[in-house]
């Protein structure tokens, strides 16, 4: 026998550091997996308002793992296996969720059940361990728990506008992905194991698509401005006509169409953060964010149309092209040519430019906007620059390497333009003839600042406009 | 340690730095357009090659910048993170 005192406290449940660690490291992998699969499923989604909540729920899905990862690497656990030997029921959970046979499967299977399933998993932790001992991790999982059940209203209430019979033409399928996460003993893996369901066990893996559809309330379009595409010359001299009304005016109207379709280049990240699967863990996380942030600039551009009352599905065009042109580029040459674009852009101090005209044009609306996307793009490029550098080598192979995929990128780009030169679907001229009426219309006078405006767009391709 | 004068080689157009004063802050304050986005020498916007005359990157971050060691042995410098060390002369 040996003497001590008695036990100053009941201990919460179980829980010490490292189950604690393997614990939430399995919700790691769950909430990385998600992330990366939202990002594939966005790219891969045309109904714009489910597209652009999934963009931000992924954006979201890659905070939590990040401050989940964060955690367990304080828990004691093995810095070099926190991105390693990922738990493979979760891997296959997330897989399964994947699956979705389209957007609004997989988002009934998402929100119906996975991330009910996670707010469980999260409640379970949070009931077994010590609020004090462990209050780092109470902290960020009582955060957690707010966005997903955020997450979940959001695109319940969104179902309801948009597709009212999501979730109950969805339940058989939430109802497998269910038994398939009980089967694996749960998120938490505290669960009894069972059979897996084998109701829909068939279904091939998951795959992205490398064409992008758009929302079936617009016209398909190819291009949404008249840089894109130099063979459009209707398209050009409609443009114009705008410009005559005032080049203040074109450039307020240039700015919302531009902002709208940078889906493009959200897509093009998010597919990247599908296609690398073994990346350092900060790739993806800048990476969702740039595809967030280009989704929000998106929003931004809808935003500032709806807000001048048009009806933009039938007066905006919403291209395909910019994705659609790199769909058969390996996913670094596409990745190179978003940080060309976006790189030139900001050299070019073609953003400041706007602003000063947007600003003159009194729009202030439209000034907030083009700012908080400037700051946005300025970090992007940072992110091309590193991530490039890391995926090419930092030598000067690797910059020869990266002016090599670079100038093939605009090469396919612009042949993609020429080969589609004659598709009705490339001809913007009944756009802006509508358009031009209904500004016209709306038009008021402001005291003239005098404002010398010089302004050109920074092309996507100045190949595409070469004679 | 005084003022430098920075010459624009392209645009001729000139203005004056302060000592321990950025060329892209003195660029501002004299009302001179160069394109910059993240003022932190990340972004690379203001990447431009100093075609004469000496000029640094703060020493106290001098690291963190999206340059390389190539670059700035081609005289190439972040003017948004460069002091001036003498009057120079960019490639803009």
């Known amino acids: 026998m040996v003497k001590v005192l008695p036990a100053s406290r009941a201990a919460h449940a179980d829980i010490r550091v490292d189950n604690a660690s393997q614990y939430l490291k399995r919700c790691y992998v769950v909430e990385r997996q998600l992330m990366r699969t939202l990002a594939a499923r966005f790219v891969d989604t045309s109904q714009w308002d489910f597209k652009r909540q999934l ?25 070099r296996d926190v991105d390693k030997k990922y738990d493979p ?128 309330r617009w016209r398909p379009a190819l291009f949404h401005l008249p840089h894109e595409n130099k063979y459009d010359v209707e398209g050009r001299k409609a443009w114009q006509r705008i410009e005559a009304l005032d080049k203040r005016v074109a450039m307020q109207v240039w700015s919302a169409i531009s902002h709208f379709n940078e889906i493009w280049a959200a897509e093009v990240v998010a597919a990247s953060m599908w296609d690398f699967d073994t990346q350092p863990w900060d790739f993806y996380l800048d990476l969702a964010r740039w595809s967030w942030d280009e989704t929000r600039h998106s929003t931004m551009g809808y935003r500032a149309l709806q807000g001048w009352g048009w009806d933009v599905p039938d007066l905006i065009p919403w291209g395909s092209a910019l994705y659609n042109a790199m769909g058969p580029m390996p996913p670094i040459q596409r990745l190179a040519l978003l940080y060309y674009y976006e790189d030139g852009l900001l050299r070019a101090g073609t953003k400041q430019i706007e602003i000063k005209i947007l600003e003159s044009a009194q729009d202030d609306g ?21 991530w490039l550098r890391h995926l090419l080598g930092d030598t000067n192979a690797g910059k020869e390497e990266l002016t090599r995929l670079t100038d093939e990128a605009r090469e396919i780009v612009a042949a993609f333009v020429a080969q589609h030169k004659d598709d009705p679907q490339a001809k913007l001229a009944p756009y802006f003839d509508r358009l031009h009426d209904v500004i016209a219309s709306m038009l008021q006078d402001i005291p003239d600042d005098n404002l010398d405006v010089h302004w050109a767009p920074v092309v996507a391709d100045e190949e595409v406009l070469k004679a | 340690v005084g003022q430098f004068t920075v010459r624009l080689a392209k645009s001729s157009a000139q203005f004056v730095v302060e000592s321990g004063e950025t060329i892209l802050e003195a660029a501002e304050r004299a009302g001179v357009l160069l ?44 003017l948004c993170s460069a002091l001036a060390c003498s009057d120079i002369e960019l490639e803009r």
């Open chain 2, 35 to 78: 394109a910059f986005s993240c003022r932190g020498g990340t972004c690379r916007s203001c990447l431009t090659r100093v075609l004469s005359g000496c000029a640094e990157h703060d020493p106290e971050y001098a690291d963190e910048l999206n340059i390389d060691a190539g670059e700035l042995a081609d005289h190439y410098r972040l």
């Open chain 1, 55 to 79: 963009a931000q729920d992924m954006w979201e899905s890659s905070r939590h793992a990040d401050a989940l990862r964060t955690r367990v690497l304080e828990l004691r656990y093995p810095r």
């Open chain 1, 366 to 386: 439209s000034v907030q906007d083009m700012d908080f996307d400037w700051a946005d793009e300025a970090i992007h490029v940072s992110y091309g620059y590193t």
């Open chain 1, 89 to 216: 029921d979760m891997l296959a959970l997330v897989a399964e969720c994947a699956k979705g046979q389209d957007s609004l499967e997989f988002i009934g299977g998402v929100y119906g059940a996975l991330l009910p399933e996670l707010v469980r998993t999260y409640q379970g932790y949070l009931d077994q361990t010590d609020p004090l001992d462990d209050a780092p991790t109470v902290y960020i999982l009582r955060h957690i728990i707010a966005d997903k059940q955020a997450q979940i209203e959001r695109m319940r209430a969104l179902a309801e506008q948009v597709a009212p019979r999501l979730f109950e033409a969805t339940a058989e399928w939430q109802e497998y992905l269910r038994q398939y996460c009980a089967a694996v003993g749960g998120i938490s893996g505290q669960g009894v194991r069972a059979p897996l369901p084998t109701s829909h066990a068939e279904r091939p893996a998951y795959e992205i698509s490398r064409s992008v559809q758009r929302d079936s």
